[in-house]
Structure formats: structure tokens, C-alpha cells
């Protein structure tokens, strides 16, 4: 009987064993690569990824991309760095760009510079648009590779600039402008409850990604392109922030109180449900709103203040450190071969996010996207006054300050200077250790 | 206290015969632990461990910067402390707690006892009011989210008349915080109610019928007989109550973000930024420490100074 349960056992044991031993080991002897990616929204974008990568493995049969979803782009970054610290890092992982220099302080990512130079090099990259590549570098090498970017835009209602009197083919070109607008197109019931608001910014949700774009129109030099310092508290800073302030108290064209997380979500549906008359949201709400707008729309740039300007956002590839060469080497013919004009073009069509090259523009399939969505246009053409996103060092730390500084400035908490003062000491200490 | 004492005999097991050898007598005290075993294994694994982990790495500074953890002593702890918007997250925490527990069981008991008669519509009621429990957390604050939104969320539609619309109930600093205790709140009293509901069936009738013969107002009933034999229930609601209310954070995760202004910014919520989104690993287990020590203080307060106050007999 002992004897017995003795083999019992041992068999189960076997059979555990050979059930834990990874498939891949009886595959072909080709590069198997894990690979992290993000989806804002998950369904049909989930969908095409997987198609795109088991296109990308059915043409490369000497390596195997394992595409791993990994939630947002919060629990990627979550993920990836965990997986660095266990000391079993992915392959290659598509992360918010801004990340850059919390992955550099972990040693976790590889300068692609010589993959570069071997792709075709500055002639390759400079078909990409430069505004994405701005927070793909820093100390004078390139780390990532643009892929699914966006940008703030400016969408408007064309049927209320109709009825308020205003050229519907044309947004509003700058801040007075905008707030002229926003004034003839908030409209008030008998007992004075708005019932349609001019304009709605989510300018700080849980980060801040829209105001960016103000800060860069007022002319803000708010962080250093090495990472190292920011500078929240000058007098731009503060004429952009005071800005969002007038719309929301002085004229009273934008609905008052801190800009809530909750309000990134409401501001499309808003502009959907006909509340409000012109939004800053991102290119990644297009599709949203063209299949659920039962009016004629536009798109424009972000109104200009000293000049025009908007953030970038969204993630880009990156190649992980301490992993062998030859799958280094794999990581980057999946990155060429995605961000290739044809596969770069089915990607934007399919989710909306901005061409990241230029080429992308002349592919037969993007045409005649541009001929269903000609909006889709505005937003590529905004990409060439774009600015960088902030890129630091503990961005996501330091942005959750600049988001406290001006949700205190918009409940009252603290005037528009004392709450960027606050924003500004506060960084500084955190950003000390990196001086 | 009858349960009390006569748990740990059985498991002493000096009930053994005198007259067995000692290997019998050694399987007989080893028994108890071999059951307790995998409980153990669990425990220790999810449970003891992670504590243990987590008071040694608050010792260390372990953040992004350093490749290595390197032993800063206290200095995670008193760094806390000059953080102001540690401070701010625990009165947050604090008034959470104040907002929600004691208002969820008085809900919980009014439900409680106007269901506990029978009626043919008792059980449509019940239902009615156990059903937000079957929810999960996250898809409730999702239907919350859009009672809530300005202009055409259900909330500003039916207030519209009495306050006004446009109300931003998200976004205000005043009304985020309560505004969330509203949908807390909403989603736990049918959950306690099953508790307080179980309490009142085990009170026996000839008690309230003593006190009908003998002239008893309602409310002296209530205050003689219902509310001092609900007491364990009470004890053991306020406990998983105030646990709870100390751990949420999918509401504020998906309705806030801890915003406005760090208004709804939680405790659990503060140690998520803290560890995986700024990646501060020490600062991070410091928080755990000190949400450990409020909620063990939690139970040794309600264990060890309420319960001396409270009959367990009938």
C-alpha cells in the first residue's frame, strides 16, 4: 500500500512537471519574444493587435511574438516594472512615453540608436513626425519608437455655430477669439441655469495632459527636456491657468469647479448629447464621436494664445535591458515592421490614433480614410505645432502636484499664484535627488 | 460566554483516554494542528508574510532612484508625517469612516426590522435591498458615475426643481467626498441588513410578548429587549463596517481618482498611487504599516472595550 501511494504520488508529480514546461519549448527553435501592451479601450483595438501580431509571426518564422495585454497604460507600466525588478523583464512593451525616465532610473530600457543606424537611420527616423519623437530622447540618444500617439484637439457643433452666427467651417483661432465664441454660444433658460455651455477643457483629470497644451500657447518653459527640473509658477504659467479660470468665473462659458476625473468622460458625451458647443479632447475620441454625433462637426487646432500649441500623448515601443542580444535584435525587426507605413496606416485607421510618419499619409488605405473622416486631417496637420509632453523624472508624481495645483486654483483653495507656488516647491524637492 | 470557553477544550485534547500508548496520544494533540494546517499555509502565505515584508521594507528606501533598497531606519515614518497630503488622505479616511459606518447600520437595522415581520411583500422587499450587495463594487460606481454626471445624470434630472440643476456632484470639494458615501453607503445596508436580519430571528417572541402584556411602548421594547440582544450583531457589523470602510478604494478608483484636490484621495487609494504608479516602494509599505495599525486598533478597541458591555446570553 505504501509503496503504492508512494508511485501515486510520484506520477502525480510527473505529471505536474510536464504540464508546467512551457509550450514554446516544443516549438521551432526561433526567438520567442514577450511582448506588453496597453489598450485605453479594450474590444475591437485588442482585436487588431492580435490580428497585426499574428500577421507579424505568420511572415517571420524566425521569431514569436507573444503579445501579452496588460491592462492601461497605469497597470503596463505596473506590470513591466515589476517584471524588471523580479529580474525577468518583457522583451519589448508598448508604454506612455512620458515614462522615459522612470524606466532610464531603473536601467530598464536600451538606447536604440544603433538599430537606427542600421534601418536607415537619420533618413528612416526623420520620416517620423518630429513632435512625437521629442520625448523619445534624452542625453542625446533615441529610446522609443512613436506608435499609437494622440494629441488634444478641438472639436466644435457646426449646426450651433450656425444658429449663434458663426463661420462653421472655421474654429476659433485664438483665446479671445475662443472666448467671443464661447460667449455667443452660451445659452441660458428664464431662470438662468445654462443650458448649453460655450466650451468644456478637461484641463487636469488625473494628469495633465490638456492644460500642456495652454501652457506650451502661452509660451511656458515648464520642464527640462533632460528631465531634471520644472517650473510651474511662471508668469505664462499663470496667464494659462488664469485663462481656464476666466472661462469658468469671469465669463462664465465653462462649467465652474475643479476639472474632476470623472469630466475627461463626460466632456464627449456632453458634446454628443448637444450640452456643450465646443470640447478639447483627444484624436482618440474621433471615432466616438463620429458614430454617435447626430449633428455636423468639426475639428481645429487648440486656439492659439503667443503661438499655437498642443501636448502629444499615447505610447511608443521600447526595448528592454538585461535580456539576450539575439532577442534584442528580433524586438526591433517587430518594431520596424510595425511602425512600416502599411501596418502604421491600418493601425491609425483602425483606432484613431495620429499617422505617426509622414509616408503613412500617402498609403491607398489612409486616402480613403481621409475621404470618410476628414477631420482625421487636422489633427495630423496639428502634429507640426505640437509640443513635447512633460517628460521627467517621477512624472506621474510630479503631474499629480500640477493636477492638485490647479484643481485648488479652480475650487478656490488657492489663488492662481500660491497654488502654482505650492505645485513648484513641492517638485523641487522631489526633483532634488536627480540634481 | 458559554462558546467562548468551550471552544479551546476540544482542541486541548486532554479528553483522551489516560490508559493509550503515546503514539495515540500524540496523533490525538497533533490532529488539531493538521486540520488548522492549511488554514495556516493560506495565512501565512497571503497573510504574514506580506505583514512581515512589509514592516522591514517600510525601513528601507526603495523608489525608483535606488538600484538597491538601502536602510534608512525610521525616516519613511517621519517623513510621513510631514507630508501633507498623508495628513489630508487620513481626516479624508477619517471622515469616511464617520460619514458611513454609523449611518449604514442604522439604515441596515430600520430595513432590518421592517422586513423581519411576515408579509407577502417581505420578500420582494428583501430582495430589493440584498440586491446592490450582488453587484460587484465597480459596476455600481459605473451606474453611479452617470447618476451623478451634470446636466442629464438621474440625480441633477430629479433635483433639477428643488436645487437647481448643473450641480458638478464629481467635481465639487465639498460634495465629492459625500457624494461618494451616498453610493457606499446605498451598497452596503442590504449587506448588514442580512446580518441584523438573522440577529432578530434568533430573539425569542414570548420576550416582545411579555412586553406587550405587560404595556410596553414600542420604543421601550425596542430599547429593553431588541437593542441590547442585537448586541453581538451590532459588535460584529461595527467591526466589518468600519474594516471595510477603511479599505475602499474601486469607487474612488473609477468615480475620482482621490480628486478634486485630494478631497476623496483614501487611504488604500493613497498606498496604490504611492507603490504602483510613483513606484515608492518604501514610502508605500510605511502606509501599509499604518493602515495595519489603524485596523488592528479597529478590532482590539471593538473586542476588548465594547464587547465587556455586551450580553451574549439570552
Known amino acids: 500500500m505504501v509503496i503504492r501511494g508512494r508511485l501515486g504520488a510520484l506520477g502525480l508529480a510527473l505529471l505536474v512537471a510536464v504540464a508546467l514546461v512551457p509550450v514554446r519549448a516544443g516549438a521551432q527553435a526561433g526567438v520567442s519574444l514577450r511582448y506588453y501592451y496597453p489598450v485605453g479601450a479594450s474590444g475591437p483595438l485588442n482585436k487588431l493587435m492580435t490580428e497585426m501580431v499574428n500577421d507579424f509571426n505568420g511572415t517571420h518564422p524566425g521569431v514569436r511574438v507573444e503579445p501579452v495585454f496588460a491592462g492601461n497604460y497605469v497597470e503596463t507600466m505596473a506590470k513591466a516594472m515589476t517584471a524588471v525588478q523580479g529580474g525577468a523583464p518583457p522583451d519589448v512593451a508598448v508604454l506612455d512615453t512620458p515614462e522615459l525616465f522612470s524606466l532610464l532610473d531603473r536601467n530598464a530600457i536600451i538606447p536604440l540608436d544603433d538599430f537606427i543606424a542600421q534601418s536607415g537611420g537619420k533618413a528612416w527616423l526623420d520620416d517620423f513626425y518630429q513632435a512625437l519623437l521629442l520625448n523619445a530622447r534624452a542625453n542625446g540618444h533615441v529610446y522609443s519608437i512613436p506608435w499609437q500617439r494622440s494629441t488634444p484637439i478641438f472639436y466644435y457643433n457646426k449646426e450651433m455655430f450656425q444658429k449663434a452666427g458663426l463661420d462653421p467651417e472655421h474654429a476659433p483661432k485664438n483665446w479671445t477669439e475662443l472666448v467671443q465664441y464661447a460667449q455667443k454660444l452660451t445659452i441660458r433658460d428664464s431662470s438662468g441655469t445654462v443650458t448649453q455651455w460655450g466650451v468644456e477643457a478637461p484641463v487636469a483629470d488625473t494628469s495633465p495632459w490638456v492644460i500642456q497644451g495652454f501652457l506650451i500657447e502661452a509660451g511656458a518653459k515648464y520642464f527640462d527636456p533632460n528631465g531634471k527640473w520644472v517650473k510651474f509658477n511662471s508668469p505664462e504659467a499663470a496667464r494659462a491657468l488664469q485663462f481656464i479660470l476666466d472661462l469658468q468665473n469671469k465669463y462664465k462659458v465653462h462649467p465652474p469647479g475643479p476639472t474632476s476625473a470623472a469630466f475627461w468622460g463626460q466632456v464627449p458625451q456632453d458634446f454628443i448629447q448637444q450640452k456643450v458647443a465646443m470640447i478639447y479632447s483627444t484624436t482618440g475620441n474621433m471615432t466616438f464621436i463620429r458614430t454617435n454625433a447626430k449633428f455636423e462637426w468639426n475639428a481645429g487646432f487648440m486656439p492659439a494664445d503667443k503661438q499655437y500649441g498642443a501636448p502629444t500623448g499615447g505610447g511608443s515601443f521600447y526595448i528592454f535591458d538585461k535580456i539576450p542580444r539575439e532577442r534584442q535584435v528580433a524586438a526591433w525587426s517587430f518594431i520596424r515592421w510595425m511602425t512600416d507605413p502599411p501596418q502604421a496606416a491600418r493601425w491609425s485607421i483602425g483606432t484613431g490614433y495620429v499617422p505617426i510618419r509622414k509616408t503613412e499619409l500617402s498609403a491607398s488605405a489612409f486616402k480613403d480614410y481621409l475621404k470618410l473622416v476628414p477631420q482625421a486631417l487636422t489633427a495630423t496637420l496639428q502634429l507640426r505645432v505640437a509640443g513635447e509632453q512633460m517628460t521627467i523624472h517621477d512624472v506621474d508624481q510630479i503631474g499629480l502636484l500640477l493636477v492638485t495645483a490647479i484643481q485648488a486654483a479652480q475650487s478656490g483653495r488657492l489663488s492662481v499664484q500660491a497654488a502654482l507656488d505650492q505645485a513648484q516647491r513641492d517638485a523641487t524637492q522631489i526633483l532634488q535627488k536627480y540634481q | ?314
Open chain 2, 1 to 314: 460566554m458559554a462558546q467562548q470557553t468551550g471552544a479551546p477544550r476540544v482542541a486541548t485534547g486532554t479528553a483522551a483516554p489516560i490508559r493509550t500508548t503515546k503514539r495515540v496520544r500524540r496523533r490525538v494533540r497533533m490532529q488539531p494542528y493538521l486540520f488548522l494546517l492549511p488554514s495556516l499555509v493560506f495565512l501565512a502565505t497571503f497573510t504574514y508574510y506580506p505583514i512581515l515584508f512589509s514592516l522591514r521594507l517600510s525601513l528601507y528606501q526603495a523608489s525608483a532612484t535606488v538600484a538597491h533598497p538601502t536602510f534608512v531606519g525610521l525616516r519613511n515614518y517621519t517623513a510621513l508625517w510631514a507630508d501633507p497630503i498623508f495628513r489630508q488622505v487620513v481626516a479624508n479616511s477619517f471622515e469616511f469612516l464617520a460619514g458611513t459606518v454609523p449611518v449604514t447600520m442604522a439604515l441596515s437595522l430600520t430595513l432590518a426590522m421592517l422586513l423581519n415581520r411576515a408579509h407577502f411583500l417581505t420578500t420582494p422587499f428583501r430582495t430589493a435591498f440584498f440586491y446592490p450587495t450582488l453587484l460587484p463594487l465597480i459596476g455600481a460606481a459605473a451606474i453611479w458615475l452617470f447618476v451623478y454626471t451634470p446636466g442629464y445624470g438621474l440625480m441633477d434630472v430629479y433635483l433639477h426643481r428643488l436645487v437647481g440643476g448643473g450641480i458638478n456632484w464629481l467635481g465639487s470639494p465639498t460634495l465629492a467626498l459625500p457624494v461618494v458615501m451616498i453610493l457606499t453607503i446605498w451598497k452596503n445596508a442590504g449587506y448588514y441588513m442580512l446580518f441584523y436580519l438573522a440577529g432578530l430571528q434568533t430573539i425569542p417572541a414570548e420576550l416582545f410578548e411579555a412586553g406587550r402584556i405587560e404595556g410596553a411602548s414600542w420604543w421601550r421594547q425596542f430599547q429593553a429587549i431588541t437593542w441590547p440582544l442585537l448586541g453581538p450583531t451590532t459588535l460584529f457589523v461595527l467591526v466589518i463596517a468600519s474594516i471595510s470602510a477603511f479599505q475602499s478604494v474601486d469607487q474612488i478608483w473609477l468615480m475620482t481618482s482621490g480628486g478634486p484636490d485630494n478631497r476623496t484621495n483614501l487611504l488604500l487609494f493613497f498606498i496604490y498611487l504611492v507603490g504602483f504608479q510613483f513606484f515608492d516602494l518604501g514610502k508605500a509599505a510605511t502606509l501599509t504599516v499604518f493602515l495595519l495599525a489603524v485596523l488592528m486598533a479597529i478590532a482590539a478597541l471593538s473586542f476588548g472595550f465594547l464587547e465587556r458591555r455586551i450580553h451574549y446570553e439570552v
